[in-house]
């Protein structure tokens, strides 16, 4: 079989879908990638990625993985020729660039030359501009991130349908949490108020008053993040509460996952951990301040009415969170109360049968 006037090794097509970062970003792929993979049982499928985030595909079966090394092998210029010849190597015919960074902009230059058809997706830079401008919003719902992956591969001839929602049902409890807990009774709770940029994450004072009020109603609350900071704060709520347990680096990216499926609710902000959640179908009551759900970048599958938000006209300013306050001061956040956050997950957790 012959693609683009290139013939296949396996004598049929072969995509490429690239997506580097951020984490929570590649976390919105995979279940495009298994609906692509449902669609078309016979396509080959490579994604384009970091080693340590292969693990939210594990539900993809079937699908190979490129993992780059831009510290040595495929560090610059060179190297990312270097990466171009593995690619057209491995027989591909078309890629999906749903990143468009510098690195992906090079490589699909130098595929294209190759004769591999190219899709790229649609960010939508001009409508998020206008969402987050100063004055005169344009506020209205944008195209969900998992829809721009799909228009991207959609584009190079592969129709395919809308992805699906994970069913939430519990996976293998992590063996340092089920010697900590014991198996699972009552509800379970986590708690990740932490994110990359400042204008996304719940202070910390109000953090510590949350994390009591969700140690005085559930059986267990656990604490996710990553960093020093992080961790120490996480640590202080576990000496501090017996029933709530930081996990900050005592758990591998895959068991965070399974410990999370074994959740009846999570509370997090606008970050990656919002997405691993969604990939296991845990509800989320997510906390939001510099950016807005109207960004495209909400759980897939989450339920809009779990966001706590405020009502101000200075929202959102950001669409990643990355942006300084106008104000100086974060109110978006800082007069978010715990009671507001903790009442949403006492209404969630009612609504959901515990997972067992």
Known sequence: MSVNGKNTPSGKPHILIMRLSAM???????????????DFPDLDIT??????????????????????????????????????KEIVRLGVTHVADVHDVLRTRILRVLLRLSGIKIAVIDKGRPEKRALTRKYHKYMVQLKPSYERYRDTICELGFRMGDPKPAEHKPLQLPKEIENLTGAKQGKWVGFAPFAKHVGKIYPTTLSGDLTRLLADKFEHVFIFGG??????????MDDR????????????????????????????MDSATMHIASLVGTPVV????????????????????????????????????????MYHDYHCMHQIQPTAIFDKVIEVSNNTTSVK
């Open 24 to 38: 929570g970003d590649v976390a919105i792929l995979p279940p495009v990638v298994e609906t692509l993979r449902q």
């Open 47 to 84: 994604v384009l990625t970091r080693p340590l985030f292969q693990t939210f595909f594990r539900n993809a079966e079937g699908v190979k993985f490129i993992s780059p090394d831009f510290e040595k092998q495929h560090k610059g210029l060179k190297g990312i020729f270097r990466l171009r």
């Open 227 to 236: 960093g020093a900071f992080e961790k120490e704060f996480a640590e202080c």
């Open 241 to 268: 509460y017996e029933n709530v347990h930081s996990v900050i680096g005592k758990l591998r990216l895959g068991e965070e996952m399974d410990l999370i499926s074994d959740l009846d609710v999570i509370v997090t």
């Open 286 to 325: 997510s906390v939001w301040g510099a950016t807005h759900p109207f960004a495209g970048f909400y759980g897939i599958g989450q339920n809009m009415d779990n966001a706590v938000q405020l009502n101000l006209p200075c929202r959102p300013c950001s669409v990643y969170g990355n942006k300084a306050c």
